[in-house]
């Protein structure tokens, strides 16, 4: 029961169709071993329904929102006063 409520968080958090408009997007680079394992994802998982824009997006959203305060505390830390 808690495997399948893991699998279906999951699908409910990461494959789904983003707000994003990839057009105003910018264009990134990654492995093309990451590709391949996004690609198989969204194609078996999202049913070739989701773009790799989307999920891409949904994964970068769910990543600032849990670690949002370490960031910010590491990012403190290293920013330079401007005086």
Same mark, same amino acid.
């Given at each position: 029961?808690?495997?399948?409520?893991?699998? %279906?968080?999951?699908?409910?958090?990461?494959?789904?169709?983003?707000?994003?408009?990839?057009?105003?997007?910018?264009?990134?680079?990654?492995?093309?071993?990451?590709?391949?394992?996004?690609?198989?994802?969204?194609?078996?998982?999202?049913?070739?329904?989701?773009?790799?824009?989307?999920?891409?997006?949904?994964?970068?959203?769910?990543?600032?929102?849990?670690?949002?305060? %370490?960031?910010? %505390?590491?990012?403190?830390?290293?920013?330079?006063?401007?005086?």
């Amino acid at each position: 029961m808690v495997m399948k409520r893991k699998k %279906e968080k999951y699908q409910e958090l990461f494959v789904h169709k983003a707000s994003v408009i990839t057009r105003q997007g910018k264009l990134v680079y990654i492995s093309k071993d990451y590709h391949n394992r996004i690609l198989k994802i969204i194609q078996v998982i999202g049913g070739n329904e989701v773009s790799i824009a989307s999920y891409m997006d949904n994964v970068l959203a769910h990543h600032f929102a849990t670690f949002q305060g %370490e960031i910010t %505390e590491l990012y403190d830390e290293r920013k330079e006063s401007i005086f």
